[in-house]
């Protein structure tokens, strides 16, 4: 059910005073019809003096009448009210024998329109009002004659005023009335409504809640068991992954050693060389065995974040020592491609929180990802104190940038760009959700930007390292 605004019940209450008010004005209308008729045969004004200015105001009766049955509640406000100021301007206007008392006492009843204005619309139409009365008042009375104005206009129009101010007032009261008096018509119909759609819908509620109740317990046994088999689940990929990654570890290990020896140390075997087809297949062996190996930690420290097991030895961190480390491990990343290795770092910067091993990981992959995607130009690294108790530490590069969809894969497992789909530029897709998550458990956090063809950056944060306050023993 429908319940009515605070807007529709005041207006639906004025509506109700305005029909009140034209039947009344209409029966007074003909009331002064029949005085005229019968007073006027005794005098010198004729009967006709008052039928033009009553049928402007009958006819502003009936128009507001129609109005209101249409439900256009200002329009036949308007109607009532201007078949008023036209009747009664008339009366001021037209020249007939009216004293000037007489005149005078018709322009004192202009006030009352006002006041009949402010009770039925807001206060911004009082005030059309106001200006249309002033205006008949003071200038009706010298249409075709010498412009005057008289004391009797001036206290008049200060009468019009004044009760426009009143009928401000009064009406702001009556909608506070009106206001209260919906809002206890909408509890009083709410309850109600309440009350009889409650005895129906208990009904209802209960048989739904039985059934339902019935449904969340063997939810809740199935829930349960589902979570079991997830906590093993879980359990054993971690300690099929820990068994697996230490089974691979040990020939990996076993054929990245010996090819390196291989390639890089003759003396072991009296110094016999190596045929250069020998050489190309066992630094393709050592490339792919190191490459292996890096996937295997990855998918490892991957499993023991997801599984709450990753230690980090949290303590205060000063970056240069790291900074100078993986520049130097970076240039062998780069190899011989025509890309210069830059560094953006002030010579003073505060102290760290984390984990000294894992800072210089998440850096490593960073500048590995760059150097994998990009051909020529530059890298660089680049570190700023913040000042908000963060450092913000970025690798940006030169390289291939990465498409805007991709933006929100890159950080998830076993994810890649498309970029990183091409021929030569293949990874796990761990790095950097392992390097995320890493730096959620720092307490740092981790973001990239990048305009493909022109390169990429990659920000992430550390906290400033606190010392903890040192109590005082008394």
């Not at 702001?172 to 819908?201: H, M, P």
């Not at 805007?404 to 890649?416: A, H, T």
Request: glycine share 8%; charged share 20%.
């Amino acid at each position: 059910m429908n319940v009515p605004t605070k807007l529709d019940f005041a207006q639906e209450v004025r509506a109700e005073r305005l029909s009140l008010l034209w039947k009344v004005t209409l029966l007074a209308s003909v009331f002064v019809v029949w005085a005229a008729l019968v007073f006027t045969s005794l005098s010198a004004i004729s009967p006709l003096d008052f039928v033009i200015p009553v049928l402007m105001i009958v006819v502003g009766c009936i128009l507001c009448r129609w109005l209101l049955s249409l439900n256009r509640y200002e329009p036949a406000v308007w109607a009532y009210v201007g078949g008023l100021f036209l009747g009664l301007g008339w009366l001021i206007y037209a020249p007939v024998a009216w004293s000037e008392v007489a005149r005078t006492m018709i322009g004192f009843s202009f006030p009352l329109i006002i006041v009949i204005v402010g009770f039925l619309l807001p206060i911004r139409s009082t005030l059309i009002a106001l200006l249309v009365g002033l205006a008949i008042e003071l200038i009706a009375p010298s249409l075709g004659r010498e412009f005057t104005i008289e004391r009797s206009q001036i206290y008049s129009a200060f009468l019009m005023a004044l009760a426009a101010g009143i009928a401000v007032q009064m009406s702001g009261t009556l909608y506070g009335i009106a206001e209260w008096a919906l809002e206890s018509y909408r509890k009083e119909r709410e309850t109600k409504d309440q009350l009889f759609d409650s005895q129906q819908e208990v009904q209802r509620s209960y048989l739904r809640q039985k059934a339902l109740a019935e449904q969340l317990q063997e939810a809740n046994v199935e829930l349960e068991a589902a979570r079991a088999a997830a906590i093993e689940a879980k359990n054993f990929r971690g300690q099929f992954l820990a068994n697996m990654s230490h089974e691979l570890r040990t020939p990996l290990n076993a054929i990245i050693g010996f090819s390196e020896t291989m390639l890089n140390f003759p003396m072991m075997y009296d110094n016999q060389s190596l045929p250069p087809a020998y050489k190309t297949d066992l630094g393709q062996i050592y490339t792919s065995g190191k490459h292996l190996l890096q996937l295997i930690n990855d998918i490892l420290d991957l499993s023991k974040v997801d599984a709450g097991k990753l230690d980090l030895e949290i303590e205060q961190v000063e970056l240069e020592p790291i900074f100078k480390g993986v520049l130097a491990t970076a240039t062998g990343l780069i190899g011989d491609k025509p890309i210069k290795l830059k560094r953006d770092i002030p010579a003073k910067l505060p102290l760290v929180q984390g984990d000294s091993l894992r800072i210089r990981q998440v850096i490593l992959n960073l500048l590995s990802n760059s150097a994998k995607f990009t051909d020529e130009g530059a890298i660089t690294l680049g570190a700023r104190d913040e000042g908000n108790g963060e450092v913000t530490l970025w690798v940006s590069d030169t390289g291939i940038g990465i498409p805007p969809q991709d933006m929100d894969k890159i950080f998830e497992e076993f994810r890649q760009g498309t970029s990183g789909r091409r021929k030569g530029r293949a990874g796990s897709g761990l790095g950097l959700a392992i390097s995320r998550q890493l730096l959620n458990l720092m307490g740092g956090r981790i973001w990239a930007e990048s305009t493909p063809g022109k390169g990429s950056t990659f920000y992430f944060t550390l906290p400033v390292y606190t010392p903890e306050p040192v109590e005082q023993q008394g």
